[in-house]
């Protein structure tokens, strides 16, 4: 099964918003609460329609970061990936878990994420101090309730399956 025109099309919009979020400037004080935006809908379209999309969409989506913030090339590709594997792996339980139990395991795939981003970077020689590079994890988690309702919604009145 493939992915009708009009289902692409939106994909692809929120991909590019999250892009554009991932790029904003903020404060030098908060850079570290970011959310990780891509991580976010990379997690939201596998969970919504793991059928069509997989390691490679999320894949893709990181080469785009990765090239979009001028991160180490094939840093975010590889995070996003193993956080697109592991989306795959329980997204049938994903659907079924409480809104408490959502935001725990989204912390749990999206510090994941950010441990492998870390482990790049501090292989390319960019080491990051303590924990804070899984402050993006909870700002993620506690942005789940709210954006994943408001996807849902509108790609149900787009008829995007």
């Known amino acids: 099964m493939s992915l009708e025109p009009n289902n692409r099309w939106f994909i692809a919009a929120t991909i590019l918003v999250a892009l554009l979020l991932a790029v904003m400037p903020l404060p030098q004080q908060w850079l570290w609460f970011r959310p990780a935006f891509t991580a976010l809908l990379v997690i ?43 989306s795959l792996l329980t997204y049938r339980r994903t659907r079924a878990f409480n809104s408490t139990q959502q935001l725990m395991w989204i912390f749990v ?11 790049i970077h501090s292989l390319a020689g960019k080491p990051v101090p303590g924990l804070t590079f899984l402050w993006p994890a909870i700002t993620t988690a506690l942005l789940w309730p709210w954006v994943v309702p408001w996807l849902s919604v509108v790609a149900g009145r787009l008829h995007v399956r």
């Not at 969970?47 to 090339?73: H, K, S, Y």
């Not at 999206?110 to 492998?116: H, K, L, R």
């Open 44 to 86: 939201f379209w596998i969970t919504r329609m793991p059928q069509n999309l997989g390691v490679g969409f999320a894949w893709l989506v990181g080469i785009l970061e990765d090239l979009v913030t001028g991160a180490t090339f094939g840093t975010h590709a590889l995070a996003l990936a193993v956080l697109a594997y592991f």
């Open 109 to 119: 795939l999206v510090g994941i994420n950010q441990v492998v981003g870390n482990w």
